[in-house]
Nanobody, 122 residues
Framework: QVQLVESGGGLVQVGGSLTLSCVAS????????MSWFRQAPGERREFVAA????????YYGDYMEGRFTISRDNAKNTMTLQMDSLKVEDTAIYYC???????????????WGQGTQVTVSS
């Protein structure tokens, strides 16, 4: 059973940067596609980015490519989301997920972390 723990969230001003990490335990993530989703209060969970097991294919959500960069280090069982040029509308809880295939939908991901709060202030 893969367990995921996110970290790196916090309070940042508009235009600032944050790096989120997702560390896995209980098994290797090398065969899993990994993803980031986010959820703001009262909103549906929104796709942010995803990466295949080998890291060769990456997907990004709307308005995020160019500002966000997803990466992974399978040797460290870790996935990272570098977020630059942050906007107020990026405020949300960010969740990492692991699944058998890369997807922009939540349904394919079997394992989820508890989330980390990102707050962007103006």
């Amino acid at each position: 059973q893969v367990q995921l723990v996110e970290s790196g969230g916090g309070l940042v001003q508009v235009g600032g940067s944050l790096t989120l990490s997702c560390v896995a335990s209980g098994g290797s993530i090398s065969s899993y596609a990994m993803s980031w989703f986010r959820q703001a209060p009262g909103e549906r969970r929104e796709f942010v980015a995803a990466i295949t097991g080998g890291g060769m294919i990456k997907y990004y959500g709307d308005y995020m490519e160019g500002r966000f960069t997803i990466s992974r280090d399978n040797a460290k069982n870790t996935m990272t989301l570098q977020m630059d040029s942050l906007k107020v509308e990026d405020t949300a809880i960010y969740y990492c997920g692991a699944g058998v295939a890369i997807s922009r939908g939540t349904g394919i991901y079997d394992y989820w972390g508890q989330g980390t709060q990102v707050t962007v202030s103006s």
